[in-house]
């Protein structure tokens, strides 16, 4: 019996994956009752394969991610890959299954909805694949089920939303505004500013203060004051820059920030004193606790992959915060340019 949700799989065009993909795996898998499509069934119609791709995977329930050589190096795989992990972090769902064909998990790309999930490999001449897709396909987890937040990173999410983002993201846009600096603008120069926060996270966890500074590309506009508050008996301003961003002769404006508590992180990795608890399994079964042993930098590379989902999680669960903030998780490449990173920002002022 046919189900009424439905599956987008995404594959590579090369010959042996579409003959996979086409002979093998859609069959086996719709005679489980799994209704599952692909591009090629669509006939586009005055639309874009952009467009078409998006609709079809937001529409769908999970994405099927036959990931070979090939797909890895698709660049039409990696987009699909990659709006499936924008939708698993849009709705705290996991939507993404991976099938993996003649590769080793360690070839794909670390990112941590990937790493954390379960791997499932492709066999033509086993079976027992078609049973394990089927059930992950049905079966539903939440980002929190696969990647808990844990204390560190749970903490420093919520500690940066208490005493900084719910009170500046509600009134950030109206703030903007309402400013002399926006209002002196002309109306094709408004079009070119975003009124979004982009919160930027670095894997290196290096806090940059003086961002104009790293590039010349990027000036300091100006500072809009949300408020104040009290904190430990002291007021605390409550600030956000706006930067312009010149490229190409043309000049875009966002607003970003390194949140401060990512800094701790780098603080443990650096510290050797600093804890963190490991939950070895042997030593769970045998005697019923973790250990505390040093906290290493792949334990800052986890944690950081959880303060993105927790943060993003976070944001998407307050009405008020919805649709007002991003959050860019990022490596090294662009601590060395930080204009490449802020053009991804003020190019996507209605996303």
Same mark, same amino acid.
């Given at each position: ?28 898998? %719709? ?6 499509? $692909? ?26 991610? #036959? ?22 972090? %849009? ?11 003649? +590769? ?18 492709? $066999? ?45 993201? *509600? ?15 002309? $109306? ?23 961002? *104009? ?22 007021? %605390?301003?409550? !600030? ?15 607003? !970003? ?14 510290? =050797? ?25 792949? $334990? ?5 992959? %959880? #303060? ?10 307050? *009405?008020? !915060? +919805? ?10 490449? =662009? ?17």
């Amino acid at each position: 019996m046919t189900e009424n949700t439905s599956y987008f799989i995404s594959y590579s065009n090369m010959n042996e994956d579409r003959h996979l993909v086409n002979e093998v795996v859609i069959p086996k898998l %719709r005679e489980k009752g799994i209704t599952i499509y $692909d591009l090629s069934e669509i006939q586009p119609v005055n639309e874009s394969v952009l467009s078409i791709i998006t609709s079809l995977v937001d529409k769908a329930d999970k994405t099927l991610l #036959f990931i070979s050589e090939n797909s890895l190096g698709s660049s039409w795989c990696s987009f699909e890959m990659l709006i499936s992990l924008e939708k698993s972090q %849009r709705t705290n769902r996991l939507a993404v299954v991976l099938l993996l064909h003649k +590769i080793e998990e360690s070839q794909l790309p670390h990112v941590a909805v990937l790493q954390e999930a379960r791997k499932i490999h492709f $066999d033509e001449q086993n079976d027992e694949w078609v049973r394990e897709v089927v059930t992950e396909l049905r079966e539903k987890k939440t980002i929190g089920d696969i990647m808990p937040a844990g204390n560190v990173a749970h903490g420093l999410v919520w500690f940066h939303y208490a005493e900084f983002l719910q009170y500046v993201l *509600p009134e950030l846009e109206k703030t903007v505004k309402e400013s002399d600096w926006y209002n002196s603008l002309t $109306d094709e120069v408004k079009t070119k500013v975003s009124f979004k926060l982009y919160e930027l996270v670095p894997r290196t966890c290096a806090i940059k203060y003086d961002i *104009p500074n790293e590039d010349n590309n990027i000036r300091d506009i100006t500072t809009f004051h949300i408020g104040s508050r009290m904190r430990s008996g002291n007021h %605390r301003d409550l !600030c956000i820059k706006m930067y312009s961003i010149n490229i190409d002769q043309e000049i875009l404006y966002c607003m !970003c920030e390194y949140p401060d508590v990512i800094g701790t992180l780098k603080a443990m990795a650096d510290n =050797y004193l600093a804890k963190f608890s490991h939950p070895h399994k042997e030593l769970i079964e045998e005697r019923g606790f973790a250990t505390a042993d040093q906290f290493t930098t792949n $334990d800052k590379q986890l944690q950081l992959d %959880r #303060f993105y989902y927790t943060m993003n999680s976070v944001l998407n669960h307050f *009405p008020e !915060c +919805i649709n007002t903030a991003r959050v860019l998780l990022f490596n090294g490449m =662009y601590d060395r340019s930080p204009s490449k990173l802020f053009i991804l920002c003020a190019h996507v002022p209605k996303i």
